[in-house]
């Protein structure tokens, strides 16, 4: 079984950038797709982006042209690079492995979380 250790959350002023790491253990983990999720309080979680295996990439329209998706299989490391921060940004972010089907990104694998806080 493959565990995910994120990293790299904090607080950070609107305008800012974070960089958000997702560790995996395994040698599978080239193997999957890569997806970020995030989660505030009282709504439920939702799609930040995905990397596919061969390294296609997509984004909810929320984060486009802010947020970068990327992924080192020789670190088993997956990243998410933040620029532009808001504070709607804030939440909860997850990292998950899973499969792509009809381009959405099915999560088998998710991680404990990191936490975002961007402040006005």
């Known amino acids: 079984q493959v565990q995910l250790v994120e990293s790299g959350g904090g607080l950070v002023q609107a305008g800012g950038s974070l960089r958000l790491s997702c560790a995996a253990s395994g040698r599978t983990f080239r193997t999957y797709a890569m997806g970020w999720f995030r989660q505030s309080p009282g709504k439920e979680r939702e799609f930040v982006a995905h990397i596919s295996a061969s390294g296609g990439s997509a984004y909810a329209d929320s984060v486009k042209g802010r947020f970068t998706i990327s992924r080192d299989n020789a670190k088993n490391t997956g990243y998410l690079q933040m620029n532009s921060l808001k504070p709607e940004d804030t939440a909860g972010y997850y990292c998950?492995?899973?499969?792509?089907?009809?381009?959405?990104?099915?999560?088998?694998?998710w991680g404990q979380g990191t936490q975002v806080t961007v402040s006005s």
């Open positions: 998950a492995l899973g499969l792509i089907i009809n381009n959405n990104i099915t999560p088998s694998m």
